[in-house]
């Protein structure tokens, strides 16, 4: 009797160790990730070099023309206007953007799948994160600029001094950063499990959410909250500032004048429309239904393709950029 509660007692001590044995192999795999393994395209190695040369054909076109305008706008004296000045921190925007994005896809489109450690992907998604929302905050700040252009032009210069621009950025810059440290302190205390693999082109934010174990309630309901303030509000600005400046312009008398202020605002109102299109589709409306690639697609509009998009728009419909162009051109040769 004595031997068989000895075994009894031998054996409970047993199965504990190594329920606790378990119990920390699980907590150390789940909370010690070290890569994640982004899969990206798959398909033929034809395929993938041949989207790898688009891309970097895109990737070049995007560099040159962002900093053209960046060069442009800060040398020119015709246009050192608060638009301009807008544009020009668009450009850096999106050469943060897509600098952050494509040189880690050539790497994944070469190897089939790439991967990357848990600092490196939390990095990418803090540039991507800040550069995002300091997108949508300045496309709201140039829509109030076009507004009060159209709509109060004889306080216009009085009203967007360079000073109050000057602010404005700052303050748009300052809000991006601490969005994107807010989402990167929260993401590094979750716990990931499993393969670790992530079926996108770079770290983002549902991805990862998806691929935790932890309970990420607090994470949804803090990425619903942070939405409010940096794509709700400044969505329903760019509406209101827009309906105003369109009854105004119906307003005037003269087809012309009509014509000349429509003009001045439809390049923002382009960039405007491609933008939140594509970040409504990938964060707003429901995903079931669509396929991985589908969201993979459209995540390279906003990400590869409207970075090179804003500066052609604002190029080839701009008359005062395509002149500051042509003077340097001429100055130098």
């Known amino acids: 009797m004595a031997s068989w509660m000895l075994s009894c007692v031998l054996s409970e001590r047993r199965s504990s160790s190594l329920k606790e044995r378990s119990d920390y192999w699980i907590e150390n795999n789940v909370t010690e990730v070290n890569e994640f393994l982004l899969i990206g395209f798959q398909g033929s190695k034809n395929m993938r070099i041949s989207l790898l040369c688009l891309l970097l054909v895109v990737y070049c076109l995007t560099l040159c023309g962002n900093l053209l305008i960046i060069t442009l706008v800060s040398t020119s004296k015709n246009i050192h206007t608060p638009m301009y000045f807008f544009i020009s921190h668009l450009s850096i925007s999106d050469i943060l953007l897509t600098s952050d994005i494509v040189p880690n896809m050539f790497h994944i489109l070469l190897n089939n799948g790439g991967t990357i450690t848990f600092i490196g992907c939390m990095t990418q998604f803090c540039f991507f994160g800040t ?10 700040v140039m829509s109030y600029d076009r507004y009060v252009a159209i709509c109060n032009p004889l306080h216009y210069i009085s009203i967007m001094t360079s000073t109050f621009c000057v602010i404005l950025v700052i303050v748009c810059w300052l809000i991006s950063f601490f969005n994107g440290f807010i989402y990167i302190f929260t993401l590094s205390r979750l716990k990931f499990c499993g393969a670790n693999i992530i079926d996108h082109l770079f770290c983002d934010l549902v ?4 691929m935790s174990c932890s309970d990420t309630f607090l994470m949804k309901v803090q990425m619903y909250l942070l939405s409010i303030p940096v794509l709700i509000i400044p969505s329903i600005i760019i509406v209101i500032s827009y309906v105003n400046i369109v009854l ?8 012309i004048s009509r014509q000349k202020a429509f003009s001045t605002c439809s390049s923002h109102l382009i960039v405007v429309t491609i933008f939140y299109c594509t970040l409504f589709s990938v964060y707003v409306l429901p995903t079931r239904g669509q396929t991985s690639n589908l969201n993979k697609v459209i995540s390279l509009l906003y990400t590869v393709f409207t970075p090179l998009v804003n500066p052609i728009i604002y190029s080839f419909r701009n008359k005062d950029i395509k002149k500051s162009a042509q003077n340097a051109i001429q100055k130098y040769l």
């Open 248 to 255: 105004v312009i119906l307003r005037i008398p003269s087809n």
């Open 207 to 210: 991805p990862l959410i998806e």
């Open 131 to 140: 550069a995002e929302t300091f997108e949508c905050l300045l496309l709201t």
